[in-house]
């Protein structure tokens, strides 16, 4: 007789919908008053952390890398915030403090090009199709206006498959 296995992936070992809502109050850090209610606190406090050798070796190397300075302090408040540090409206006023604390860090490791906005990945990507929506644009009124001149339509006319003329029967 066969032994029942359970399946590797089991599409239905899943949290209920509407699980989070049965959950005991205050099981995540979020759901607890925060630990920094004043602004300049939570700076003092990134500035602390990006100031660490350790820290600040990484974020160097993050930003030696190419990773935008937008994305490094995007994680660092976000995780702030998931850490029960401060609170979403502290998080956006300290969001450009931040930033520009890790721009020095990076300035001051010597990093050569530093990008400031997740904008900068994108930026050559969009330029590069605009460009090629244009070219293949110009290709289209090339045709058209050949097709309006009749040499490319008197091509097809004359093709294996084309309609014999009344004229020619």
């Excluded at 609170?87 to 400031?116: L, Q, S, Y």
């Excluded at 994108?122 to 050949?146: D, G, M, P, V, Y």
């Amino acid at each position: 007789m066969d032994q029942y296995r359970e399946a590797d992936n089991n599409p239905f070992d899943a949290p209920v919908p509407g699980q989070g809502l049965t959950d005991k109050p205050g099981n995540y850090p979020w759901e607890h008053p925060p630990q920094y209610t004043d602004t300049s606190e939570a700076a003092d406090y990134v500035w602390d952390k990006l100031t660490q050798p350790q820290f600040a070796e990484q974020i160097i190397a993050m930003l030696d890398a190419g990773i935008p300075v937008e994305a490094i302090g995007r994680i660092i408040i976000f995780t702030g915030f998931a850490e029960g540090k401060w609170t979403p409206d502290v998080a956006f006023i300290i969001a450009e403090p931040v930033m520009k604390m890790i721009a020095a860090v990076g300035i001051h490791g010597g990093v050569k090009k530093i990008r400031m906005s997740m904008q900068d990945l994108t930026n050559n990507r969009e330029l590069q199709s605009i460009a090629k929506i244009k070219k293949n644009k110009e290709e289209f009124e090339k045709i058209a206006s050949n097709l309006a001149k009749g040499s490319e339509y008197e091509k097809v006319k004359e093709g294996i498959m084309a309609r014999k003329n009344e004229e020619t029967e």
